[in-house]
């Protein structure tokens, strides 16, 4: 069983920036990807970014050239640089790790970004 926490939301201004962290119970070297997901008031989850075992990270356009998805193995943490925030990027973020055939979701953090 992997536990997962989000930290880092918050209410900021449009331009501005913030890092979300997802602290993982378990080595993160085990996943086979770990990803970020967001889901605004009214809308379905929708994917931000990933980043799988071999290396690839792929990022959502809405969020191509803003947002970077890194982790930090000592730490077991993932996090989510956001940079230039719109307020369309309001939401609830959740991180998500896939550990062999098991997806598991952390409780998500609030961002608000405000005009």
């Known amino acids: 069983q992997v536990q997962l926490v989000e930290s880092g939301g918050g209410l900021v201004q449009a331009g501005e920036s913030l890092r979300l962290s997802c602290a993982a119970s378990?080595?993160?070297?085990?996943?086979?990807?770990m990803d970020w997901y967001r889901q605004a008031p009214g809308k379905q989850r929708e994917w931000v970014a990933g980043?799988?075992?071999?290396?690839?990270?792929m990022y959502a356009d809405a969020v191509k050239g803003r947002f970077t998805i890194s982790r930090d193995n000592a730490k077991n943490t993932v996090y989510l640089e956001m940079n230039s925030l719109k307020p369309e990027d309001t939401a609830v973020y959740y991180c998500?790790?896939?550990?062999?055939?098991?997806?598991?979701w952390g409780q998500g953090t609030q961002v608000t970004v405000s005009s």
């Open positions: 378990g080595s993160i070297s085990s996943f086979n990807r």
């Open positions: 998500s790790v896939v550990q062999t055939v098991i997806t598991y």
């Open positions: 980043r799988f075992s071999n290396g690839l990270i």
